[in-house]
Structure formats: structure tokens, C-alpha cells
Nanobody, 118 residues
Framework: QVQLVESGGGLVQAGGSLRLSCAAS????????MGWFRQAPGKEREFVAA????????RYADSVKGRFIISRDNAKNTAYLQMNSLKPEDTAVYYC???????????WGQGTQVTVSS
């Protein structure tokens, strides 16, 4: 089992930045790929970014490419999502997830709210 806890969400003006953190406990964090997803009110959950266990390979949704950066620190059992140039349409609950690949996830956090005001 892996337990995931997100933090760092909040209210920010358009054009601002936030950094989300996902702290993991339980089985070896470095064995898992990590992903970030988001769900806006009335919409389905969507993929945002993912990173392989080694940190060497990342991928992003087109909507955040060039603005968001996913990273991880295996020594701290933590994954991050640096969000820059935020837009109102980035408003959502953001979830981190862990899995054996960057396409399939077995463990999820409880989510953290990000609100971007115009």
C-alpha cells in the first residue's frame, strides 16, 4: 500500500504560480511512477502530468505543456507539480497518483483545491 497526501493548493490570481507537493508513505516510493490529475466542477477527471520512477521521463497534457513542471525527490518520498502562468481554467481539485507505469495508477491522494481568479 502507498498513502499519498497532497498539499500546496490555494487561491492565486491569473498569471501566478503554485507548487503542489505529494508526500508518499508506505511501500518504496521510488518504485512507482507518479502522476497528477485534476477535476474541475462538472467535468471528468483529466490527466495533467506524469513522471517515471527514475524521474528521467515526463509527459504532459497539451493544456499545461510549457507551464507546468512535474518532478520528484525520491530521497524525500515526494513528487511536485510546479504550476506557472496559471489560468482560470486551471481551477480544479488536483490529485496525485502512484502506479507502476505512467499510464495506470493504483493509489490516489485525497486532492487539493487550486483556484485561479481572473
Amino acid at each position: 500500500q502507498v498513502q499519498l497526501v497532497e498539499s500546496g493548493g490555494g487561491l492565486v490570481q491569473a498569471g501566478g504560480s503554485l507548487r503542489l507537493s505529494c508526500a508518499a508513505s508506505g511501500r518504496t516510493f521510488s518504485s512507482y511512477a507518479m502522476g497528477w490529475f485534476r477535476q474541475a466542477p462538472g467535468k471528468e477527471r483529466e490527466f495533467v502530468a506524469a513522471i517515471r520512477w527514475s524521474g528521467g521521463t515526463t509527459r504532459y497534457a497539451d493544456s499545461v505543456k510549457g507551464r507546468f513542471i512535474i518532478s520528484r525527490d525520491n530521497a524525500k518520498n515526494t513528487a511536485y507539480l510546479q504550476m506557472n502562468s496559471l489560468k482560470p481554467e486551471d481551477t480544479a481539485v488536483y490529485y496525485c497518483a502512484a502506479g507502476y507505469t505512467t499510464y495506470q495508477y493504483d493509489y490516489w491522494g485525497q486532492g487539493t483545491q487550486v483556484t485561479v481568479s481572473s
